[in-house]
C-alpha cells in the first residue's frame, strides 16, 4: 500500500513568517512529487511539481525534495493570511500509476 | 477556470435515485479521473480513464458506474447510493498518465448528499 504521510495541523504561523510543510511518502521508486492547495469549499489548485532532489523555487513558494529520506516539503516565505488553506502533497509512484494523495496540512496565517 | 468543468456543483438524492455527474474537459488532455473527497480523508481515486479506456478500478462499489464516451467527456453514474457516499466528487484531466511535465488539472466538484 502506497501511502503518503501529512501532518494535519493546524498550523499556525504569523504573517510574513516563513511556512514550512512536510510529507513523506513509502514508495522509494516514486518519481513525481506535486503540492495542491486547497481553500475550504473548492477544489485543489496545483501550486508546484518537483521532480529532481533539491530545491525549486517560484515566487514565494520553494518545493524542497529528498528521495533518500522520502521526504517533500513545500516551503512558503513572506506568508500572508491569503495562504491560509490546506496543502495537499501527491506522489506518483514508478510506472504508469495515478497520484497518490496525503491528507492534507492545514495552514493559517495570523495577521 | 480550469478548462475542467463539472454539473450539477451541488446534489441531494435519496437512496433509490439514480443521477449523473457530468464532467467535461476543454483542455486537450487525453485522461480523466474520478475523485471523491470525505471530510478528514485524502482524495481517494476512483476511476482512470486513458483514450476513453477504463485503467484504473480503484476497488470501488458498483453503485458507481462510470462512462467515458469520449476524451472529452467523463460521467459518473449512481444508483443505490448510501448516506456514506455523501461526498464532494472531482473530477481531473491530464494530457497522459505519466511522464515529466505531466499535472492534473480538477473541476470545481459535485458536493453530494445521499439522504
Known amino acids: 500500500q502506497k501511502e503518503v504521510e501529512q501532518n494535519s495541523g493546524p498550523l499556525s504561523v504569523p504573517e510574513g513568517a516563513i511556512a514550512s510543510l512536510n510529507c513523506t511518502y513509502s514508495?522509494?521508486?516514486?518519481?513525481?512529487f506535486f503540492w495542491y492547495r486547497q481553500y475550504s469549499g473548492k477544489s485543489p489548485e496545483l501550486i508546484m511539481f518537483?521532480?529532481?532532489?533539491g530545491d525549486k523555487e517560484d515566487g514565494r513558494f520553494t518545493a524542497q525534495l529528498n528521495k533518500a529520506s522520502q521526504y517533500v516539503s513545500l516551503l512558503i516565505r513572506d506568508s500572508q493570511p491569503s495562504d491560509s488553506a490546506t496543502y495537499l502533497c501527491a506522489v506518483r509512484g514508478s510506472g504508469n500509476t495515478p497520484l497518490v494523495f496525503g491528507k492534507g496540512t492545514r495552514l493559517s496565517v495570523i495577521a | 477556470e480550469t478548462g475542467v468543468t463539472q454539473t450539477p456543483r451541488h446534489l441531494v438524492m435519496g437512496m433509490t435515485n439514480k443521477k449523473s455527474l457530468k464532467c467535461e474537459q476543454h483542455?486537450?488532455?487525453?485522461?480523466m479521473y474520478w475523485y471523491k473527497q470525505s471530510a478528514k480523508k485524502p482524495l481517494e481515486l476512483m476511476f482512470v480513464?486513458?483514450?476513453?479506456?477504463?485503467?484504473e478500478n480503484n476497488s470501488v462499489p458498483s453503485r458507481f458506474s462510470p462512462e467515458c464516451p469520449n476524451s472529452s467527456h467523463l460521467f459518473l453514474h449512481l444508483h443505490t447510493l448510501q448516506p456514506e457516499d455523501s461526498a464532494l466528487y472531482l473530477c481531473?484531466?491530464?494530457?497522459?498518465?505519466?511522464?515529466?511535465?505531466?499535472?492534473?488539472?480538477f473541476g470545481p466538484g459535485t458536493r453530494l448528499l445521499v439522504l
Open positions: 514508495d522509494r521508486g516514486s518519481q513525481s
Open positions: 483542455l486537450g488532455h487525453n485522461a
Open positions: 481531473a484531466s491530464s494530457q497522459g498518465l505519466a511522464g515529466s511535465g505531466e499535472t492534473q488539472y
Open positions: 518537483i521532480y529532481s532532489n
Open positions: 480513464y486513458s483514450l476513453e479506456e477504463r485503467v
